[in-house]
């Protein structure tokens, strides 16, 4: 069974970069898989921030383009996120999630397209 768990939140001041890990346990690496960074802002929906997959087509949100970078370790099985040139706009619990077996050429950034996700950590930037 995969598991998620996600490492790297915290406080940062505005325009400074701050980069998030999620730790992916139980991938046989037999199976297709994507993965994803989702955010929730405070009384907003959840919505997608970038998504990879494990051959590295990459999607990433227009709102974050640009500032912000999806990658991954294989080595590690890690996911990451790095957040430069943050601002209060981003303060969110940001979420990692993954799918198996369900290919797209692309990662979605549609959250119904996830249906493994970890418990999320909360990133706060400070003006």
């Known amino acids: 069974q995969v598991q998620l768990v996600e490492y790297g939140g915290g406080s940062v001041q505005s325009g400074g970069s701050l980069t998030l890990s999620c730790l992916v346990s139980?991938?046989?690496?037999?199976?297709?898989?994507?993965m994803g960074w989702f955010r929730q802002r405070p009384g907003k929906e959840r919505e997608g921030v970038a998504g990879?997959?494990?051959?590295?087509?990459?999607t990433v949100a227009d709102s974050v383009k640009g500032r912000f970078t999806i990658s991954r370790d294989n080595g590690n099985n890690t996911m990451y996120l790095q957040m430069n040139s943050l601002t209060p706009e981003d303060t969110a619990m940001y979420y990692c999630?993954?799918?198996?077996?369900?290919?797209?050429?692309?990662?979605?950034?549609?959250?119904?397209?996830?249906?493994?996700w970890g418990q999320g950590t909360q990133v706060t930037v400070s003006s």
């Open positions: 999630a993954g799918r198996l077996g369900s290919w797209h050429q692309y990662p979605p950034l549609d959250q119904n397209e996830y249906n493994i």
């Open positions: 139980g991938y046989s690496k037999q199976e297709y898989f994507y």
């Open positions: 990879i997959d494990i051959v590295d087509a990459t």
